[in-house]
């Protein structure tokens, strides 16, 4: 108990005089070394700080406010979002894969009801001539923006928001499918499917067959067989 101090050389447990509160005594001892390093340490640090935050350029509350509530934001944006894609079928293999991807992917889960091979399950067959509400890219992209929640097609997959690059990779992707042939498709629903085919479209818009659905799959749009999308067959392997 007798332990001096270094600095003063007294008695360390000396009992502080005239220093009583209600009966409690304390005694004169040095603060401990822990505590004098870390009270050292905040000294030195709000000499950094005054230097970064006040004189230094260092971002004000309000600058890091602003910035923090900008990424924000920026996260709610699907990747890419400010891209203009210009809207023309994708052929290289990149692209298709990364079609492929979104469309077997966990997030947008298109093949659960499409299948894997694309030949249909809830969904239609999307490799064969037919098609409820367009077959060609625009048709497909609006159909992958869209969605068809009533028939349970959510806008973009299940619950992936796609930016238009990648609604443009999976569209490409599904028309680099057409003419597979996947093994036991989905049957075509007559009453509400119609065959596509580009050159008949083109006809339609010409006035030689009527605009109507019906009339226009009734009619035998075109007996030729439909332009496969030549350069997305071009890539596949
Ligand atoms: C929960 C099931 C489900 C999921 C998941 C789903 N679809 Fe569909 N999809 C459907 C159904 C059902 C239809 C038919 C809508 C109708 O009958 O009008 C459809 C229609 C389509 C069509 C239009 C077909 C046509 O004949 O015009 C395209 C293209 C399509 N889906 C692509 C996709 C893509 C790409 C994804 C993933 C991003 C996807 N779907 C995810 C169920 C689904």
């Known amino acids: ?8 050389g007294q008695d360390k447990d000396t009992l502080l005089k005239g220093h009583d509160a209600d009966g409690i005594l304390e005694f004169d001892n040095d603060m401990p070394m822990w505590w ?16 970064q935050y006040h004189m230094a350029d260092g971002p004000s509350s309000k600058q890091e406010y602003e910035q ?15 891209e203009q894609v210009a809207i023309a ?8 894969e990364a079609g492929k991807t979104i469309f077997n992917g966990s997030t947008n889960t298109c093949f659960t009801c499409h299948r894997n091979d694309l030949g249909g399950m809830v969904g239609p067959n999307l490799t064969d001539e037919f098609w409820i509400h367009g077959g060609d890219l625009k048709a497909i992209m609006t159909s992958i923006k869209i969605g068809y929640p009533d028939k349970g097609m959510q806008p973009f997959g299940t619950n992936a928001r796609l930016s238009d690059r990648q609604v443009l990779q999976v569209a490409s992707f599904i028309l680099s499918m057409k003419g597979s042939n996947p093994a036991n498709p989905k049957p075509i629903d007559p009453a509400r499917e119609v065959k596509f085919v580009p050159e008949a479209e083109k006809a339609m818009a010409a006035g030689e067959k009527p605009k109507d659905e019906k009339a226009a799959k ?18 596949k392997k």
């Open 218 to 235: 009734d009619a035998k749009v075109v007996a030729k067989k439909a332009e496969p999308v030549a350069q997305a067959k071009a890539t």
């Open 68 to 82: 923090e509530v900008a990424a924000f934001n920026k996260s709610k944006e699907p990747a890419g979002a400010q």
């Open 1 to 8: 108990m007798a332990e001096k101090d270094i600095l003063t």
């Open 36 to 51: 004098l390093i870390g009270f050292i340490f905040t000294v030195v640090f709000a000499f950094g700080y005054i230097i």
């Open 89 to 96: 079928v994708l052929t290289d293999s990149a692209s298709l």
